[in-house]
């Protein structure tokens, strides 16, 4: 008897975890190279917008995606471990099932401005420093565009893989201008919580 109740404790702590304080993301491509590998586990805070968190230069942030910037996902092949999946991603336990969640690092935010030219990127007028960038990669590793100025409401995000990321540099044709709504934007990437070997603290809100 003992079991099964400590079983559903169990669950609804990890359901209360996930809805009120963190949900964990998986990394599907090298975007974010090195910062974040393929496959890490990433710890999102979710206490953190409803403390009044807003997005920030620099920060990486998880956000579910605006619109075409990721294929459909494919339908599960074996109905039953795709409902078992699906009821651990709903619990908190694998990262979601639709995966149509990205992370990228916010670049800027509302009514600032963007370019890149050369090697070089601005918000206004700044260069920004980005010691984050994949080796080998500058800042605008062969695509210049810009000037560019982030709507109300929204930020602008790429990755650290410069040149291995199809992110608001290549949706400027989009709703937005290729800038996502804050409204999208799950939270601030905490931690790296899996695989063991390549755990990692970004803090409560990013870094």
């Not at 600032?112 to 070089?120: A, D, K, L």
Request: proline residues 10%; negative net charge; charged residues 20%.
């Amino acid at each position: 008897m003992e079991i099964p109740v400590m079983i559903t404790v169990g669950l609804v702590v990890a359901l209360v975890i996930k809805t009120c304080l963190f949900q964990v993301f998986s990394i599907p491509s090298g975007s974010m190279e090195n910062t974040l590998q393929v496959g890490d586990r990433v710890a999102v805070n979710k206490l953190a917008p409803i403390f009044g968190w807003e997005p920030k230069e620099g920060e990486p942030v998880v956000f579910r995606d605006p619109g075409g910037w990721l294929p459909p996902s494919p339908p599960a092949a074996n109905p039953v471990s795709g409902a078992v999946g699906s009821t651990l991603s709903f619990l908190g336990l694998l990262p979601p099932k639709d995966d149509n969640y990205l992370v990228k690092r916010v670049i800027a935010t509302a009514g600032e401005t963007v370019r890149c030219s050369g090697s070089t990127l601005t918000v206004d007028g700044r260069t920004v420093d980005e010691p984050y960038l994949h080796a080998g990669d500058d800042s605008c590793s062969g695509l210049d565009f810009g000037p560019v100025t982030v709507p109300a409401g929204h930020v602008w995000v790429e990755g650290d893989h410069r040149s291995d990321s199809a992110d608001s540099r290549y949706h400027r044709d989009g709703p937005g201008g290729g800038a996502v709504p804050v409204s999208d934007v799950v939270g601030p990437a905490t931690a790296v919580v899996w695989p063991l070997g390549h755990l990692d603290w970004f803090g409560w809100t990013g870094r």
